[in-house]
T-cell receptor, first 114, second 109 residues
Framework: NAGVTQTPKFQVLKTGQSMTLQCAQD?????MYWYRQDPGMGLRLIYY???????DKGEVPNGYNVSRLNKREFSLRLESAAPSQTSVYFC?????????????FGSGTRLTVV | DQQVKQNSPSLSVQEGRISILNCDYT??????FLWYKKYPAEGPTFLIS?????DKNEDGRFTVFLNKSAKHLSLHIVPSQPGDSAVYFC????????FGAGTRLTVKP
């Protein structure tokens, strides 16, 4: 069982470049999330999608856009990367928004913006 | 504004002893609490949870205690094993899930 798959695992960008982080889940979950993890800050919610066709902002949405392409896929786009976006990005999914049963996380994308 | 706080960045215990990881929160609207475990280069994995209507939940070696009046929860691991060495995140739910900064647990053989 693959669970939540994120690509790429590592990426280095130059300031101003754009890129899209891909996420796919095979558990038929309704809700999907993007988090970033920074030292001393824990995981902070960037955007989430409660169900297919909906997206909402989280704690730190500035500089990002998302697309819930279908029930399986939820992508995160950086239009013009900045050094402050250097972080580890995690995608997660859950059966319902809020995730009382716990989220299933991908293994992360380590992004460095130089 | 961090609504979920883990004030101890690290904890070291001897194998076989008890590990106690603490978490405080500020938002009284949180109604569900969870603990996640994270190994290097992997995503967090769900460990145990507790509803705000309970004060204790147990699953094998792991027990979570909730003190709503103090807005405090703790995770007890008994007995601790070297394989428990990881970063532990506390999380709380009110519409969405908020995470603490994590505590790195090291269990020494």
């Amino acid at each position: 069982n693959a669970g939540v798959t994120q690509t790429p695992k590592f990426q280095v960008l130059k300031t101003g470049q754009s890129m899209t982080l891909q996420c796919a889940q095979d558990m038929n979950h309704n809700s999907m999330y993007w988090y970033r993890q920074d030292p001393g800050m824990g995981l902070r919610l960037i955007y989430y999608s409660a169900s297919e066709g909906t997206t909402d902002k989280g704690e730190v949405p500035n500089g990002y856009n998302v697309s819930r392409l279908n029930k399986r896929e939820f992508s995160l786009r950086l239009e013009s990367a900045a050094p402050s976006q250097t972080s580890v990005y995690f995608c997660a999914s859950s059966e319902a928004v809020g995730g009382i049963g716990g989220y299933t996380f991908g293994s992360g994308t380590r992004l460095t913006v130089v | 504004d961090q609504q979920v706080k883990q004030n101890s960045p690290s904890l070291s215990v001897q194998e076989g002893r008890i590990s106690i990881l603490n978490c405080d929160y500020t938002n009284s609207m949180f109604d569900y609490f969870l603990w996640y475990k994270k190994y290097p280069a992997e995503g967090p994995t769900f460990l145990i949870s507790i509803s705000s209507i309970k004060d204790k939940n147990e699953d094998g070696r792991f027990t979570v205690f909730l003190n709503k009046s103090a807005k405090h929860l703790s995770l007890h691991i008994v007995p601790s094993q070297p394989g428990d060495s990881a970063v532990y995140f506390c999380a709380a739910i009110n519409n969405d899930m908020r995470f603490g900064a994590g505590t790195r647990l090291t269990v020494k053989p």
